[in-house]
């Protein structure tokens, strides 16, 4: 990369380059947790040791091996120039599965066969008038020439395709100043094992090849249902995940006995009202907002029909951060959770009364307490019980469930230890937390700030288009663990998540990479979906041209 200026336009076989690498890592599937996806890393690395566009600078390529399924790895390749600053290009290429497509599955994973059979297939549904709002607009994008289907084209193989082809171009550079890390990742659609196992080995790798990481692009993508103004965006930063759960506990009673007990499901019922898309927990940041807290899973324990009402429900939901932290979030859900228990218990004493005419008694007391609390009781009433949950959290692991099932098996054993009786609500979170990352306030976060600004408006200007910036990537994302997030809040998530330890394995240092990141990806629609396509104007010609811009500005040498 030049030392001074703007340095030069991408070649103009920068979009062949582009559109290359994204068909060739499309047609390698790679769904999340099979062997395909356990392959791709080896597969991937072969691809880049042989492309002749690194032949007169060559790749150094490795992998590094992820826990869990056997083979699995992230691959990395270094493009070396003429001093120690090195930009880090990374992001995921596991994807969703391919059996939505129906008859079309064998050709999910090549765009160019896809899309005329997938055109068909919605051209039919037009004439015969059974086609949806969303497969239309999918049909008058594919019509044209700039939407390209295939599953994980989007979702996020063209990102990665976009990075490989600002490193061709750097390659060609005699003069590159700064090194290029490619990384790859799995699993970033589950539990982002891929980055979780990259985090941390960064700095090793960084000290044994010389090198200091200075800054990444993540090349995540982004929906747009609309000409592309949204979509054609960098972020400096990304929002957070949170999978707050709450076991209900009611009064199981005889049918013709209701009046007697309380509903597990009419209090669940209740708390799911009350906790849907709540103000109190949106967040926004100037006119970024983030997306509502919705309920992800709710099920009672009732394994067979009776007509006993049933005395627990388990209920998880999605809460997304942009810079509030655990206990901030927790301490918002146990008010909505008090005020809904509260309100049903008086309505029920109310309704109750006015159908036995009555006198009305008092409102039953529902307790909120947390995971943690409830756990502590349990692990100190005796040194017998003290390993039980523990031991049962491993088992659970081991049995395959997934991580809100494991930590409902655990919340639920810890309730029956306790003694207690319910009314009752155990809140506690149901799985990994993403941490919400933005740039801090050091000299290598600035000058990554500066760069991307810069890059977007001179990309911007020179290819007649507009780059916006953005505060959050919208979406979770590997962002969260290879970038600058603020872990304090990590102890109090353990002891609140059953599931810490054995399904969900954290190191007791420091577990996100700390690296200042920015997100630049391609844009398009309907990703997780048989109608994911991809935008290929922005995302073979000017999504390279950024990367390498905002790359090139970050690691010039004479920058502040």
Known sequence: ???????????????TAAARWAIALTEIPSVTGTADEA????????????????????????????????????????????DARTMVLTGHFDTVHVEDYGDLAPLACRPDALKPALL???????????ITGA??????????????????????????AAGLAAMEEAARDPALEGNLLFLGVPDEEVNSAGARAAAPALPGIAARLGLELVGAINLDALIDDEDGAEGRAVALGTVGKLLPSALVVGQAVHASNAFGGINACALAGALAAEVEWAP?????TGAEVAAGTTLLGMKDSKRAYDVTTPERVWMFWNVMTQRRGYAEVLATMERLVARAAAGLADRLRARRAGALSIEADAAPTVEVLTFAALRREVEARSDATAGLLADLARDAASS????????RVVTERAWELSGRSGPAVVLGLASMPYLPTRLGDDPAARRLARATEEAAAAVAARRGTSIRLMNHFPGISDMSFLGQADETSVPAIAADTPAWGAGISWPEGPAVGGI??????????????????LHTPYAFEVLPDLIAEIARRALRADRG
């Open 280 to 284: 109190e927990l949106l967040e926004r």
């Open 1 to 15: 990369m030049p030392a001074r200026g703007r340095g030069p336009e991408m070649n103009t076989d920068t979009r």
């Open 120 to 130: 068909a297939r919605l051209r039919a549904g037009a004439a015969t008038g059974t």
């Open 39 to 82: 392959g791709f890393a080896d597969r991937l690395a072969t691809l880049l040791r042989a492309s002749p566009a690194f032949a007169d600078r060559p790749l150094e390529v490795w992998t590094i091996p992820v826990p869990g399924l056997p083979g699995r790895a992230c691959v990395c390749a270094l493009l070396r120039g003429r």
């Open 135 to 160: 497969e239309r607009r999918a049909l008058a994008d594919l019509d044209g020439p700039d939407f390209l289907p295939g599953r994980g084209l989007l979702d996020m193989k063209a990102g990665l």
């Open 400 to 407: 395959g469930l997934d991580l809100p099932e494991q930590c």
């Open 516 to 533: 200042p990141i920015v997100n630049a990806g391609p844009w398009g629609r309907d990703y997780h979906t048989p109608l994911e396509r």
